[in-house]
């Protein structure tokens, strides 16, 4: 299993590997406070915050570390959040599906279904990942219910895992989805997305 900057393409969303070409998108999206309120990084201020970041996702794919989407709508043709493979663990073949966010417009709306679908697909078919883990913050009560409703398995907290943004003492809620039960998932997802 080794991750790699792809195309993946559904009906909704296209994700391809983050670049410079994505900025001026992701500053227009990117914002919103609400959407960073649990991630480490700030809303975007300046489209200098946007290439910045961009910059550092870049590295990160060089580097093999992780692999960040810029995450394109198929109708509107530009990107309007990211999401990305990280924690990559190549030997043991276990992958987390994360650092996602999208414009507040795109939420609650199918970009997430499909995003996870493509992601997940690609984890468990071509890359023959064992287990796809995906973490949120405990106070993203959404976030959880979402990672349910897809079928992954709550696992358990890690107390004062992080420091958020905010200064709160995150305590991180971890899921995850096996290989043995990928292919529930992946029709759980399919009627999902034809809904």
Partial sequence: MNPQPILLVGQHVRLEPVGPQHAHDLYAVGQEESIWRCLTTPPFASLDDARQWVDTCVSHNESGERVQFAV?????????????YLDIDRPNRVLEIG?????????????????????????????????????????????????????????GVLRNHRIARDGVNRHSVYYSIIDSEWAGVKERLEGMLAA
Avoid: P
Wanted: hydrophobic share 35%; glycine share 8%.
């Fill in 72 to 84: 394109i709508h198929g109708a509107e043709e530009r990107a309007i959040g990211s999401t990305s």
């Fill in 99 to 155: 650092s996602t966010w999208y414009g507040v417009a795109y939420q609650r709306t199918a970009v997430n279904t499909e995003c996870k679908y493509l992601l997940m697909r690609h984890a468990f078919e071509d890359l023959g990942a064992l287990r796809v883990c995906l973490k949120t913050d405990h106070r993203n009560e959404r976030s959880q219910r979402a990672i349910e409703r897809i079928g992954g398995v709550r696992e």
